[in-house]
């Protein structure tokens, strides 16, 4: 097996490399893609909800501002180079500077970035520049390069299941986060020629995605904390950026649309809403500080400005559990979710609330919507609890496997209960078990703990093939009263074997093993 192992991956590979090339819609160029353009598109709109939860939802303020930017995304994604795209634009709740793209064309981007813009053109050349990330199939590149670098792992499940790149379920799960990640420097030089192109066919001014990269490299050397998290974290500005746009500039018809006016009465809310914006910095900088009644003073001050914005009541409810007010925290969080009920992070901190309180009965619509919106360690956690508490373990069990992924303290609660279910239902799970000849020659059972608690009673049976198809001689071998993690014994038989290779009559089977309390 390890040799055919030694040739498995390379020939896999190459099958892969042979068939898994495409042509870029937009440069005609052959590229690497194992990612279909069905696929893609399914796992663009699969993403696209869930990232928008995780980054601060709609920003529903005024929802004329997103009308707008829609407006303004669609006239550019017309003369895009794969138009026929299912694009959708939203603009995101969220203070961090930033815009990006799923694959198969939707796009988002931050009020945090629109204040940072001056007019229509400008909006433009960042629309744009992601458009081109969806047409050019960035993302799906990004996620054929996931695929090959995650080959070394995943090849042997491959090959066994013969799928080559068109059976890929877990593409989504192998490339999620391509979309995210830091583009290549070429893709980048990519969305800002052809994104400027887009601009001069639509009529815009191609001069804004120059002003635009002149601005991201001033901010970038005052070094901008949002913006370093956040846009240029996954599209890093440069002076050799802000030149190759000025040639290609020079290349396209001059003029075009700028609409400075209309932009900045559009943003006019978010405008108006700034100090309301840092004063939410100063009480969430507040409640990591562990000081919840300067964030309440904050939060006091930035709910008189923007009393329509559900997040901040959110945060005045954590100042209020952290001093033990649930009765205000509660109101705080239910009127969160009266001001943004399609925002799951206002039900999960109401949920959680509510379910430690006791009241779980309350707490369970809660928990299910904030799940339903975008699954999270403290969802998962609470609503497996309760699955376990009337008897249904399999539900249990999925909710505590996706709970567990956290590193966070709800995530080893989540793994503990997890192996407690599991191992009662299938113990040989977390608990190894082998033959072996001993020099008494004697038949010897190793059992081996490869879960991270101390299990106790652990107790194994033990067969003897006596034909191809029948087990007999069966017995139960007493196992360990305890085995701490990583620990291994040897158990003693009482059935000799003349040699080695009689050990292969026999069969294992891990009948129970008890967690430690």
Known sequence: MPSLRRFLVPLLLVGLLASGCAVNPVTGKNELSLISADQEIAIGAQQ?????????????????????????????????????????????????????????????????????????????????????????????????????????????????????????????????????????????????????????????????????????????????????????????????????????????????????DEYQQRIAQLIRDQPAQE????????????????AIKALDRAIGIQPRDGYLYELRGHAWQMLDNHSKAEKDFSTAINRNPAFFSHHLARGMLRYELGRVNEALPDLEKSHQLLPTPGSSFYLGEHAESIGDAATAIGYYQLAAQSKGTLGQRAQSRLITLEMAQAPNKYIATALRRGEDGDLWVVVRNNSPIAVNSVQIRLGEMVSNFMMGNIRDVEGPQRLEPGEQVAIRTSIAVTEAKDLSRYRLQVVSATPAP
């Open 279 to 294: 004063a939410q910095a100063e009480a969430i900088e507040a409640l990591n500080a562990k000081n919840p009644q300067l």
């Open 48 to 260: 696209y909800q869930p990232a928008q939860q995780s980054q601060g939802g709609h920003y529903y303020i005024d929802p004329e501002l997103q009308t707008y930017v829609t407006a303004v995304g669609r006239r550019l994604a017309a003369v895009s180079d794969r138009a026929g795209l299912p694009y959708e634009f939203v603009v995101l709740n969220n203070p961090v500077p930033n815009a990006w793209a799923l694959p198969g064309g939707k796009i988002a981007i931050n009020t945090g970035l629109l204040l940072h813009l001056e007019d229509e053109s400008q909006l433009a050349a960042v629309l744009a520049h992601e458009i081109v990330h969806a047409a050019a199939r960035h993302g799906a590149t990004q996620m054929s390069r996931s695929i090959l670098l995650d080959l070394g792992v995943q090849a042997t499940a491959i090959a066994a299941h013969n799928a080559g790149y068109a059976e890929l379920g877990s593409a989504a799960q192998l490339g999620a986060q391509a979309w995210m990640a830091r583009y290549g420097r070429d893709d980048e030089l990519e969305s800002d020629a052809y994104g400027m192109e887009y601009m001069s066919r639509a009529g815009y001014d191609p001069m804004g995605a120059v002003e635009l990269q002149e601005t991201f490299v001033r901010l970038s050397a005052d070094r901008s904390e949002d913006f370093l998290s956040g846009l240029f974290a996954s599209h890093p500005p440069s002076r050799e950026r802000v030149n190759r746009n000025r040639a290609k500039a020079a290349t396209l018809p001059p003029g075009g649309l700028r609409n400075r």
